[in-house]
């Protein structure tokens, strides 16, 4: 890996009034039609090659049981106005997942779309055990996993397991804010700067700048539940909120380094102010970038930078870490 200290991008005054008079949206939603097939197409795309590519395949196959459920998906109670009124008055995120009841409807898709999984998945593939076994699960397992999950606890979590619950979850967490954002366009109220979701308040993958019409240039970060993305200024910390000492690094030949047109279109964004980081995606370099299925296939710059003594600040629901000694399916 080659880790020059790239040089920030900094706005002008001159180009912050500029931003204000454009409108720039705060958030963007996913859209129902293609945020989990684009996915899946990015993971196919990905695996060509790589050396998780078995990985990759399989988690193409999950997303696109995602996108063909979410069409089919029940419909589940939404806020009412008292609550909508209740999230904007103390700031909170609407449907934050410590806070809003899971309707149980999740659990039933969740196996919908795993028993598709296995419909697509060759009989001999090595992944079959493991759908089937979180298929297998009781209601009790899988809302015990979704809690730890959620809150990110690893301890007592089902590592193997975990993809697969949180595949279930995003569905419903998509159904349930595309479906909310039905309400009106001010529902959900995104605040300046912040580093978790407006509308479920998870953690974000990566963060994304943008391109074309007002949003160019523009860093989004990009939940890793919902896949709603929200403004955030940009050389600053997505941990801490810091701007003093963030830098850039990335995977490239060492003959690039010096030459911003060949600068990489994945780069972790580190902070030394708190050692943590999150990965920075460029559109302008690779205009088909997608947060998770991109994020997964660039784990080596995770493990270059973790080994400078840099912390992960997001999370990827389709990969997770965590101790090992935790029980598969412990209650």
């Known amino acids: 890996m080659n880790s020059p200290d790239y040089q920030p991008f900094q706005h002008t005054p001159e180009e912050i009034a500029l931003r204000s008079s454009l409108d720039v949206p705060l958030l963007l939603l996913p859209k129902r039609g293609n945020v989990f097939a684009d996915r899946a197409l990015r993971l196919r795309q990905k695996a060509a090659d790589h ?3 078995d990985y990759l395949m399989f988690m193409a196959v999950v997303c696109e049981a995602q996108h063909a459920r979410l069409p089919q998906f029940p419909q589940v109670p939404i806020p009412t106005q008292a609550q909508i009124d209740a999230a904007a008055q103390d700031g909170s995120a609407l449907l934050a997942t410590d806070r809003w009841p899971r309707d149980p409807a999740w659990r039933g898709e969740l196996r919908a779309l795993l028993a598709q999984v296995l419909q697509k998945l060759p009989a001999d593939s ?3 055990a493991g759908v089937q076994a979180v298929a297998d699960l009781s209601d009790e397992v899988l809302e015990q996993q979704a809690d730890r999950l959620l809150a990110g606890i690893t301890l007592g979590l089902d590592l193997a397991a975990a993809p697969l619950i949180a595949a279930g979850l995003q569905l419903y967490w998509v159904h349930l804010v595309t ?3 039905q309400l009106g366009p001010t529902v959900f109220r995104p605040r300046e700067n912040s580093n978790r979701c ?7 993958t990566a963060s994304l700048m943008r391109v074309g019409g007002k949003q160019e240039g523009q860093r989004y970060l990009c939940c890793s539940l919902c896949s709603a993305q929200w403004l ?3 050389v600053q910390c997505t941990h801490c909120l810091s701007d003093k000492s963030v830098r850039y690094r990335g995977l490239q030949a060492a ?3 010096a030459d911003p047109e060949k600068a990489p279109a994945i780069e972790a964004e580190t902070c030394d102010e ?14 088909h970038v997608e947060p998770v299925a991109d994020d997964l296939a660039s784990l080596t710059l995770d493990l ?4 400078e003594g840099y912390i992960r600040s997001g999370t990827n629901l389709l990969l997770l870490f965590g101790d090992p000694e935790a029980e598969p399916g412990g209650a």
């Open 51 to 53: 050396a998780m590519r």
């Open 126 to 128: 090595p992944a079959r």
């Open 179 to 181: 479906s909310t954002s």
């Open 198 to 204: 407006p509308c479920c308040n998870s953690a974000p």
């Open 232 to 234: 955030m200024e940009r």
């Open 255 to 257: 003959d690039a380094a």
């Open 274 to 287: 708190c050692r943590h980081y999150l990965k920075a995606m460029h559109m302008a370099r690779e205009v």
């Open 304 to 307: 270059l930078v973790s080994e």
